[in-house]
T-cell receptor, first 114, second 114 residues
Framework: DTAVSQTPKYLVTQMGNDKSIKCEQN?????MYWYKQDSKKFLKIMFS???????INETVPNRFSPKSPDKAHLNLHINSLELGDSAVYFC?????????????FGEGSRLTVL | LAKTTQPISMDSYEGQEVNITCSHN???????ITWYQQFPSQGPRFIIQ???TKVTNEVASLFIPADRKSSTLSLPRVSLSDTAVYYC???????????????FGAGTTVTVRA
């Protein structure tokens, strides 16, 4: 059983389209995150949810909207895709909030915007 | 604001010990130091965590000097399968409004050669 699973693994789309990435964790964790990893390997936090409540919303364009229907799911919807959105997006979860807890990452979703 | 600084890359040979140092001059009293490993096309995974002195597990050792302004991840007798990107993350438990505490740097790409 995969602890943190993301779908789709690969996504190729045109500029201006809207797309979603889904994430599910079966670890029973209270906190979930979305990270963006660029071509230089920087892994930057985008959002964090704790018990379905948004607690971290970093300097991310409004085109990115996370949604957490329940504690086990955190989806990422992106409107009006731009070339600069091309990256690998990782979902993660942890039992507790913060960097001291162990983060469990999904396999990543590689988004390519043409 | 750069939270951690690591070398961009390191080369090694099978059977050697690899030591990666991470600088975190602004570490706070409540911060822990956590290291993650990322293989290509996978999400990062937890290796080891420490607060001070030395921590050892079956995979690695973590050395933290008394001032805690740096830490060194030590990988004993590396093999080809240890080729990966290694990240250090510094932060505390709980919610922190400083997003960089949950963002990783570019990591250190370790390449192990036969």
């Amino acid at each position: 059983d995969t602890a943190v699973s993301q779908t789709p693994k690969y996504l190729v789309t045109q500029m201006g389209n809207d797309k979603s990435i889904k994430c599910e964790q079966n670890l029973g964790h209270d906190t979930m995150y979305w990270y963006k990893q660029d071509s230089k390997k920087f892994l930057k936090i985008m959002f964090s949810y704790n018990n379905k409540e948004l607690i971290i919303n970093e300097t991310v364009p409004n085109r990115f909207s996370p949604k957490s229907p329940d504690k086990a799911h955190l989806n990422l919807h992106i409107n009006s895709l731009e070339l600069g959105d091309s990256a690998v997006y990782f979902c993660a979860s942890s039992q507790d909030i913060g960097a001291a807890g162990e983060l469990f990452f999904g396999e990543g979703s590689r988004l390519t915007v043409l | 604001l750069a939270k951690t600084t690591q070398p961009i890359s390191m080369d090694s040979y099978e059977g050697q010990e690899v030591n990666i140092t991470c600088s975190h001059n602004n570490i706070a009293t409540n911060d822990y130091i956590t290291w993650y490993q990322q293989f290509p096309s996978q999400g990062p995974r937890f290796i080891i965590q420490g607060y001070k002195t030395k921590v050892t597990n079956e995979v690695a050792s973590l050395f933290i000097p008394a001032d805690r302004k740096s830490s060194t991840l030590s990988l004993p007798r590396v093999s080809l399968s240890d080729t990966a990107v290694y990240y250090c993350l510094v932060g505390a438990a709980g919610f922190d409004s400083n997003d960089y505490k949950l963002s990783f740097g570019a990591g250190t790409t370790v390449t192990v050669r036969a």
